[in-house]
């Protein structure tokens, strides 16, 4: 393993400046990694016959050259590396490594200071090879002030067109383009201007403003769009948020909504809960449309919606890191209540729910039969009569 990674931050500037310390490190080493585009810059710099390690994918190819390279190894990367950046991905991968890190200005806080723009408020969203989560969640929080790194599909323009498809155009959009180097641009558009409009492969993008939209506590029922000719198909307002107070969602990440139909469960947790992960469950075909239609309406992006049997689904993609699920709420199960529930107590991480909204009797029975076949606790039923509507009783099961 290497001894030791000297980690150089550059911005896209022709004509880097080194303190005299790293300058005698960089002649004393022999072996470099970068990207292309740093090698482009740096390569002038570089001791005759030394080797270069490409950083480019795949990247445990990378991650075992670095390990054979043996001593010393200078690494060239954008900005400041341990923002968003290598430097974090070098810890990672060599824990006992000892690193020096040379920074230079992140590509966001040279946008800030092009905009002569006080940036100590700002709130960071990476989009480089990662979902919408980061953003998704600052924008229903309202962040005033969002820096985000981009890349080739999460363009400015995308993210424009995210903003408009969810009500969040109050934002501006302050764009720099290949900050540092000869055709540095730095541009401020509407998302409306930006949403079709072009820009250079390395840029960032700072959200300005906030969002011009009402901000939700218990969406009024009559606000969803519901399923045609079934009016009462939706989980009534004070039901929905006594539901969500007994998933106890605000110690979870991840979040299971089985049998969504309009999706007011899910919609309602996004926008009280923005840090978590969703995936929300239906077999019916046309509860996909409201579903985003909703969504929309209320600003609340970032729900993943699987359609199709939930026991016919795969669902290592709708857990955390250990394979958990920290709540699931079966709204409809179809008569399948008991195998549902078998795949909710799986995977319920320790202390996570399973909770159920049941009308009948036997719905309730046949929860509490199954959870204590699977051991876990149950709290007292919470039993709630919303209007002139029959009682309703919310039943949890807790995974001691």
Not at 12 to 30: K, N
Not at 37 to 54: D, E, F, Q, Y
Not at 70 to 80: E, H, K, L, P, T
Not at 281 to 295: H, L, S, T, V
Request: hydrophobic share 40%; glycine share 10%; charged share 25%.
């Amino acid at each position: 393993m290497s001894e030791k990674f000297l980690v150089i931050g550059l911005s896209d500037s022709r004509s880097p400046v080194f303190d005299p310390q790293t300058l005698r490190e960089i002649a004393a080493c022999r072996v470099f990694a970068g990207g292309e585009r740093h090698r482009a810059i740096v390569g002038h710099l570089l001791p005759h016959a030394s080797r270069w390690i490409t950083i480019a994918p795949p990247m445990s190819d990378v991650m075992r050259q670095l390990d054979e390279a043996g001593g010393r190894v200078v690494v060239f990367a954008s900005g400041d590396p341990l923002f968003y950046g290598f430097g974090a991905t070098l810890q990672k991968h060599f824990p006992d490594a000892s690193c020096r890190f040379v920074p230079a200005f992140s590509s966001l806080q040279t946008l800030a200071h092009r905009l002569q723009l006080p940036y100590q408020s700002m709130r960071f969203a990476s989009l480089t090879g990662r979902s919408w989560q980061e953003l998704d969640r600052l924008l229903i929080e309202g962040a005033g002030l969002i820096g985000g790194l981009t890349d080739r599909r999460k363009t400015p323009a995308a993210i424009a067109r995210r903003l408009l498809e969810y009500g969040y155009g109050g934002y501006s959009l302050l764009v720099g383009e290949a900050l540092g180097g000869p055709e540095e641009r730095v541009t401020e558009l509407s998302p409306a201007d930006a949403s079709d409009a072009l820009f250079d492969d390395l840029n960032c993008v700072i959200l300005r403003g906030g969002p011009s939209r009402e901000r939700f506590y218990g969406i009024a029922d009559s606000l969803f769009e519901g399923l045609p000719g079934r009016p009462d198909m939706i989980t009534k307002m004070p039901l929905r948020l006594a539901t969500l107070s007994r998933l106890n969602l605000v110690n979870c990440s991840h979040f299971w909504d089985i049998g969504f139909c309009t999706g007011s469960v899910s919609i309602e947790a996004r926008l009280q809960f923005p840090g978590l992960e969703i995936s929300a469950f239906e077999k019916r075909p046309e509860c996909e449309g409201i579903f985003e239609r909703n969504a929309r309406r209320f600003g609340a992006p970032g729900v993943r919606v699987v359609m199709g049997d939930v026991l016919k689904q795969e669902f290592d993609e709708h857990t955390g890191p250990d394979g958990r699920v920290g709540a699931v709420f079966i709204g409809g199960h179809g008569g399948q209540l008991e195998a549902i529930f078998d795949i909710a107590a799986e995977r319920l991480s320790p202390g996570g729910r399973i909770v159920v909204n049941a009308v009948r009797t036997d719905t309730l029975e046949r929860f509490h039969a199954r959870a204590r076949h699977h051991a876990l606790r149950l709290p007292d039923d919470l039993v709630i009569t919303p209007g002139r509507h029959n009682s309703i009783t919310i039943a949890a099961a807790v995974q001691e």
